[in-house]
């Protein structure tokens, strides 16, 4: 048996073929090649699931939606919202209270952290669930 170089052109061995489809070619272990390599990826959806997985790191369950902006956290039957919202000229993390009856919806949030500060806006969330639970 002797090995040797494909033959010009057979995909099988040259390559995935997704650059001829105009899709960028994967990095290392199959995921997507950093930015300088011209694939950008959204900076919201980069937000949302960093507030998703800090929120995880302190024990509380988190779910991500990316169509709303905004990440749901706690006990799905009342769950505090972290939303990404401009405020001061910049986009910062709001948390959203649950509807109440007779409370219009622009007065049931409240700004946490510019979005370079996750980790703050998710501190003053687990604050919040915490106190939720103790008094209810």
Partial sequence: MSVGTPPAGNRSLSGSGREDRGVP???VFGVNPPAESGYRADPAALAL????AELRAHGIEAREDGVSGLVDAGPAARPQSALLRPHRGDLWWWMRW???DGVPSSLSGVPLSPVTRTSDAARRIVGALSTSAEGG
């Fill in 49 to 52: 699931r960093g507030m998703a």
């Fill in 25 to 27: 070619p994967l990095g």
């Fill in 98 to 100: 649950p509807r109440q």
